[in-house]
């Protein structure tokens, strides 16, 4: 095995200039608690913006990037679980051609999923599973509002919402976008470009709003969310895609009793325990039919940069993937 390796990784934040593809030292099982991956696919997420931008600060140098899927090449003395060649996925630093993964953040993929399709629904389909069932957990009936339908999120979420028996309302920019949202189980779709969310949504909901509103665009549709939720509704707030939140009066909730919760998926994964229960319902909602993967594009890890700049300028829909 070579003692190098190709990764992204990066000395300073900023624009996709600092996503430069650099030849650094293999890592090796630096702890017994550790699995050393090599990747086969790595997932690009919204996080790998914020991290790279300086918005979620890391400790520098960093390899950016929180997930993938490989196969096991060697374990630390306290792993017992995993054994080299076992086709896996993980959440750790992860632009790279080999990863050192926390043994707790590591799950087999069982017979009948595909690599690529687990490495491209862990981080969004975990999300999109624990903001459905945890978050607001989602009743036959209710009317659910998301944000960015098209998104790699978004578009799980209509199909958990859809599965569940409750009229999902999406949101996107471009007609080609709604129509993706409509096949993956929109009802409804509003262009928040060019039509008037809050007006939209109270027109199909008969002027009542949306039970839950799941938004993950952040600055540029908090007061459309605020404004959609019916009266003892639930706002979840996940993400910034347009920019933070910035701070708000939070009286403005006991207008309707709303319930306001910012969701962070890592928050839901404190233990091993928690991460292997919900990697396993996200493995039964795959092999039951109940999530179907959309992969924008499988880039080269020399294309990150791109893949960056296709993500932030709302050029994608569903998953975008790196291969080493
Ligand atoms: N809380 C958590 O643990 C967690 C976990 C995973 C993801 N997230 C969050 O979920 C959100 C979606 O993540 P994702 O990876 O699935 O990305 P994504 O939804 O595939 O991409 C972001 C989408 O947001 C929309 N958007 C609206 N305004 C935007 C703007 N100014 N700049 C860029 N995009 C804008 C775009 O859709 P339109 O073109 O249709 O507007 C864009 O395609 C992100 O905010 C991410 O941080 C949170």
């Known amino acids: 095995m070579a003692s190098t390796m190709k990764a992204i990784q990066i000395s300073t934040t900023g624009g996709t200039e600092v996503l430069k593809c650099e030849t650094i030292p293999r890592p090796n099982i630096t702890g017994s608690d550790d699995v050393l991956i090599k990747n086969h696919f790595i997932g690009v997420n919204f996080i790998d913006i914020y991290h790279r931008t300086g918005l979620y600060p890391l400790p520098l140098p960093a390899i950016i990037g929180r997930e993938g899927a490989g196969i ?4 630390g003395d306290n792993v017992k679980d995993f054994v080299p060649g076992d ?3 993980y959440l750790a630093s992860s632009y790279a051609e080999y990863v050192n993964a926390p043994a707790k953040y590591v799950a087999k993929i069982p017979e009948g999923v595909d690599s690529k399709v687990a490495a ?11 903001l459905v069932s945890h978050a607001y957990p989602v009743k036959k009936d209710d009317w659910v509002l998301i944000h960015a339908a098209a998104g790699g999120v978004g578009l799980l979420l209509t199909q958990l919402v859809k599965s569940i028996g409750a009229h999902a309302i ?18 409804h779709v509003i262009n928040y470009t060019s039509q008037d969310v809050v007006e939209e949504v109270l027109r199909i909901t008969n002027n009542e709003g949306v039970h839950v509103v799941y938004d993950g665009v952040g600055k540029s549709t908090f007061e459309a969310s605020l404004s959609s939720v019916r009266q003892l509704g639930s706002f979840i707030s996940y993400g910034n895609a347009s920019g933070k939140v910035p701070p708000f009066d939070i009286t403005r909730l006991a207008t309707k009793n709303i319930r306001l919760m910012r969701t962070s998926l890592f928050g839901y994964l404190v233990t091993g325990e928690d991460f292997q229960k919900y990697t396993s319902e996200l493995f039964d909602l795959l ?6 993967i959309k992969i924008w594009k499988t880039y ?20 975008l993937l790196m291969t080493p």
């Open 287 to 292: 092999l039951g039919g109940k999530l179907d």
């Open 72 to 75: 096991v090449e060697s374990v």
């Open 170 to 187: 999406g949101t996107v920019s471009t007609p080609e976008k709604a129509e993706l949202a409509k096949s993956a189980g929109a009802e």
């Open 87 to 89: 086709r896996v996925i």
């Open 120 to 130: 491209a629904s862990l981080i969004q389909g975990l999300t999109s599973h624990l």
């Open 300 to 319: 080269k890890l020399s294309e990150a940069r791109q893949a960056h700049e296709d993500l932030e300028g709302r050029k994608t829909f569903g998953k």
